[in-house]
């Protein structure tokens, strides 16, 4: 990651621009058989404690997919039968190059504990779909990638 000055000439108008460059993070809605979802409850400067669904910024070469499946087992300890994209979509246009890859994870198993980096503070925490709706509406989940992957996907499944 680093930043990035472009000189530009769009429409006839010279432009500079500054860009954050970002090689792009796999996120997993998971949801288990009972329609919980798989949150974390993490520390995130300076903002506090926030809930938001699992996720992880891509290695050098990696496959969105094989992120998603990596950083789930790291994060939670679960693993997924399945693992199928629905949503990529850009966080912060206008001045970072991110994508963010959305993943439905389901058949879910646990299968080890959490392994965290060193820099990661959080806990698992499981909440019924619908309830994770309403704190959505409520503004009591802020994270984007959450609200993005839930509301897509519950849109998707007419939830709401």
């Known amino acids: 990651m680093g930043l990035s000055v472009y000189d530009l000439t769009i429409r006839g108008r010279k432009i500079k621009r500054v860009i954050l460059e970002h090689p792009g993070a796999s996120a997993m809605l998971a949801i288990d058989k009972d329609q919980k979802v798989l949150l974390v409850k993490q ?3 300076p903002h506090g404690y926030l809930l938001e669904i699992p996720a992880g910024t891509l290695e050098k070469g990696e496959r969105a997919k094989t992120c998603a499946i ?3 087992q790291e994060e939670t300890g679960y693993k997924a039968k399945k693992m ?8 912060s246009v206008g001045y970072s190059a991110e ?3 959305c993943f439905l994870a389901t058949g879910l198993e646990k299968v080890s504990t959490q392994q965290l980096d060193t820099d990661e503070i959080m806990s698992v925490i499981k909440i019924d779909l619908k309830r994770v709706i309403k704190m959505i509406k409520a503004g009591k989940i802020k994270d984007s990638k959450t609200i993005c992957a839930v509301l897509t996907y519950a849109a998707k499944k007419k939830l709401y």
């Not at 199928?84 to 966080?91: G, I």
């Open 43 to 45: 520390h995130r400067f």
């Open 99 to 101: 994508k963010i890859h």
């Open 70 to 72: 990596r950083e789930l």
């Open 84 to 91: 199928e994209h629905f949503l990529t979509y850009l966080p």
